[in-house]
């Protein structure tokens, strides 16, 4: 089968990086950022063009979700496959007359992190099932974890993966620029990071839930309080009053 990626950003690249370490080819890379590209050729040995889109059976479009639709112009092939790696989008954006699905992973992307790509789950969306079947064989041999979902289900990943990452990436770097204001090492803090991770493997979230807020602890909630200001005191007391709400406090 002769697959191009189209893209240049963390997607793209892993994506790249997955197939290849799983001796999957790939015919070419495509996309407008030459310099990233011919870094992500250089390292895996693939060949990339920022002007001549090569001929495939399958393309999978790695690009963000507001470019997924004026790229996906860009193929013109009748007889092929096209997936886009979008967790919200709907199959339908791609505006070809070729055959439209999604392959989607679900995982947060940067190129400068190693990542385990056996265990990053595949959401598959296709129009019919022979395509399905190719790209489910296709996500087994770089996952353990592979299945099908509909638009309207994956929306509801996407969203959940937003609260489990995004927005806990978030608090990290709020929780930085609060102990870097008292230079303390952010380091110091590492461990309870891999603890309240490593808990929610054996113990369901809401019953892990500990601090001032489940305890319903006014005193040091309103000492908290004092010593914020801005965004991160609305941070502050929005999270306590979820919280307080889940536990009914």
């Given at each position: 089968?002769?697959?191009?990626?189209?893209?240049?950003?963390?997607?793209?690249?892993?994506?790249?990086?997955?197939?290849?370490?799983?001796?999957?080819?790939?015919?070419?890379?495509?996309?407008?950022?030459?310099?990233?590209?011919?870094?992500?050729?250089?390292?895996?040995?693939?060949?990339?063009?920022?002007?001549?889109?090569?001929?495939?059976?399958?393309?999978?479009?790695?690009?963000?979700?507001?470019?997924?639709?004026?790229?996906?112009?860009?193929?013109?092939?009748?007889?092929?496959?096209?997936?886009?790696?979008?967790?919200?989008?709907?199959?339908?954006?791609?505006?070809?007359?070729?055959?439209?699905?999604?392959?989607?992973?679900?995982?947060?992307?940067?190129?400068?992190?190693?990542?385990?790509?056996?265990?990053?789950?595949?959401?598959?969306?296709?129009?019919?099932?022979?395509?399905?079947?190719?790209?489910?064989?296709?996500?087994?041999?770089?996952?353990?974890?592979?299945?099908?979902?509909?638009?309207?289900?994956?929306?509801?990943?996407?969203?959940?993966?937003?609260?489990?990452?995004?927005?806990?990436?978030?608090?990290?770097?709020?929780?930085?620029?609060?102990s870097d204001s008292q230079e303390i090492p952010f380091d110091y803090f590492l461990p309870?990071?891999?603890?309240?991770?490593?808990?929610?493997?054996?113990?369901?979230?809401?019953?892990?839930?500990t601090g001032p807020a489940v305890r319903n602890d006014r005193r040091i909630l309103e000492?908290?309080?004092?010593?914020?200001?801005?965004?991160?005191?609305?941070?502050?007391?929005?999270?306590?009053?979820?919280?307080?709400?889940?536990?009914?406090?």
């Open positions: 089968m002769q697959i191009v990626i189209i893209g240049s950003g963390n997607v793209a690249y892993h994506l790249a990086k997955a197939f290849i370490l799983n001796n999957i080819s790939l015919a070419q890379i495509f996309g407008r950022n030459e310099k990233e590209l011919n870094k992500i050729s250089e390292e895996l040995k693939v060949p990339y063009s920022t002007e001549k889109l090569e001929d495939a059976n399958l393309y999978l479009i790695c690009v963000s979700d507001n470019s997924v639709e004026k790229v996906s112009a860009l193929i013109t092939k009748k007889d092929c496959l096209v997936a886009h790696t979008s967790g919200s989008l709907p199959k339908e954006i791609l505006t070809g007359e070729y055959r439209k699905s999604s392959f989607y992973p679900l995982q947060t992307f940067s190129k400068s992190k190693d990542l385990d790509y056996a265990n990053i789950p595949f959401f598959i969306e296709t129009e019919n099932e022979g395509d399905k079947k190719i790209l489910f064989e296709l996500a087994s041999k770089i996952s353990k974890k592979v299945m099908e979902s509909t638009h309207e289900k994956r929306k509801y990943i996407h969203l959940t993966a937003v609260f489990a990452c995004n927005f806990v990436n978030h608090l990290f770097s709020r929780a930085k620029e609060i309870l990071i891999d603890e309240t991770v490593q808990k929610i493997y054996e113990i369901e979230p809401k019953a892990a839930q000492l908290h309080e004092q010593l914020l200001k801005d965004e991160s005191l609305e941070i502050y007391k929005t999270m306590n009053h979820s919280i307080q709400k889940m536990y009914e406090l």
